[in-house]
C-alpha cells in the first residue's frame, strides 16, 4: 500500500489522475491539496471537493496558495475552461474544505506518520511545497518522495516562455523544491506527451458505465476539442496529470533515468546543473491505457 497526499489544481487531467487514485486498492490517500494553477483557488478547491464525491470517498481537501510566491496567476482558461473541467458537470463537493489550511494539513499528516511512509503526488505548481518547506521544514523531510508532473528536457514547453506550465507558474517554487534535500521525481513533457487517448478508448471507458469511468470519457472528450472546436483530433491532449499516481503503482511501465539539472529562476525551464534528480522520459503507453482504465473500472 503506497501512503500518499495528492497536491492539485483541477484541472481536467487531474481530475482524470485523482478518479484514479482515489479508488485505487494499492493507494491510500491522506488528503487533498489545493494550489491556484489552471484555475483560481476557489474553483480548484471546489473540483477537488466535487471529484473526492464523485468518487465516493471522505478525502479531505485543504486549500492552499492562491497564487505563485511572487507573481501573478496565469490560469489555462484556453484548455481547461472557466471551470476548470471543460464544462463537465461533477456533483457539489458532499464535505466542506478542511478549516486547515494545506500546509498545516501536510505538516500534521506527515508528523503523524512514520518517517518516509507518505509520498507527495504533485499535479500543479510547486507553491505549496515551497510553502511546506519554508513553514514545517522538519515535517517537509518526512516525505518518502515527491512525484511531480512538470519541465520539459528534450521537448518544447507548454508556454509562451518556453517551459512547462506546472513549473513555468511558478519558478521561484521550483528552485526552491530544488534547492531542498528531497528524494525528487519528475515526470516532464517528453513522457507525458507519450499518454493519450482516442476515441475506442473513450467508447470503452463509457462502456464500463462507472462514474468515475463515464466522467473520465466526458473530461478526456473535452480534452479532445477545448481550444480547437472547429478541427476535431483524432487524439486527445497529453493525460499528464495520471502519470503521476501511475507511476507510483506501476513503475515498471516508465522509463526513468537520473539527471542533473538546474531550473531558470524567470522562466522555469530546466537546464543542465548540479542537482541530480530522477526523471521519467518515456513510457508503455498501450499499458498505462490499460492500467488506467482498471483503476476507472474500480
Ligand atoms: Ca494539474
Redesign the pocket.
Known amino acids: 500500500m503506497i501512503h500518499a497526499i495528492i497536491d492539485?489544481?483541477?484541472?481536467i487531467?487531474?481530475a482524470i489522475a485523482i478518479l484514479y487514485a482515489l479508488r485505487h486498492p494499492d493507494l491510500q490517500i491522506a488528503a487533498m491539496t489545493t494550489v491556484a494553477?489552471?484555475i483560481g483557488l476557489e474553483v480548484t478547491t471546489r473540483n477537488a471537493g466535487s471529484i473526492a464525491t464523485l468518487a465516493g470517498v471522505e478525502t479531505p481537501v485543504h486549500a492552499g496558495a492562491a497564487a505563485p510566491l511572487d507573481r501573478e496567476n496565469q490560469p489555462e482558461l484556453a484548455i481547461h475552461g472557466d471551470d476548470g473541467l471543460g464544462g463537465v458537470v461533477l456533483p457539489d463537493p458532499a464535505r466542506e474544505v478542511d478549516s486547515r489550511d494545506a500546509c498545516a494539513a501536510m505538516a500534521a499528516i506527515l508528523d503523524g506518520a512514520e518517517p518516509g511512509s507518505i509520498d507527495l503526488f504533485c499535479?500543479?505548481p510547486l507553491t505549496n511545497l515551497a510553502l511546506l518547506l519554508e513553514r514545517f521544514p522538519q515535517s517537509a523531510m518526512r516525505l518518502r518522495r515527491v512525484i511531480a508532473?512538470g519541465g520539459a528536457l528534450e521537448e518544447p514547453g507548454n508556454m509562451a516562455s518556453g517551459a512547462e506550465f506546472?513549473f513555468g507558474h511558478d519558478p521561484e517554487a521550483l528552485v526552491r523544491v530544488l534547492d531542498s534535500d528531497l528524494a525528487l521525481t519528475f515526470i516532464p513533457l517528453d513522457a507525458t506527451r507519450q499518454l493519450r487517448a482516442g476515441p475506442d478508448y473513450l467508447a470503452d471507458l463509457r462502456a464500463m458505465g462507472t462514474p468515475a469511468a463515464v466522467t473520465c470519457a466526458d473530461l478526456i472528450a473535452a480534452y479532445f476539442t477545448s481550444g480547437a472546436p472547429d478541427a476535431p483530433a483524432r487524439e486527445s491532449r497529453p493525460l499528464?496529470?495520471p502519470c503521476v499516481p501511475l507511476f507510483a503503482i506501476r513503475p515498471e511501465l516508465f522509463r526513468v533515468t537520473m539527471r542533473s539539472v538546474e531550473a531558470c529562476p524567470h522562466s522555469g525551464c530546466l537546464h543542465p546543473g548540479p542537482r541530480e534528480i530522477r526523471v521519467v522520459m518515456g513510457l508503455d503507453a498501450p499499458a498505462l491505457r490499460a492500467e488506467l482504465r482498471r483503476g476507472l473500472a474500480l
Open positions: 492539485t489544481d483541477p484541472g487531467d487531474d494553477g489552471n499535479l500543479g508532473m506546472n499528464h496529470d
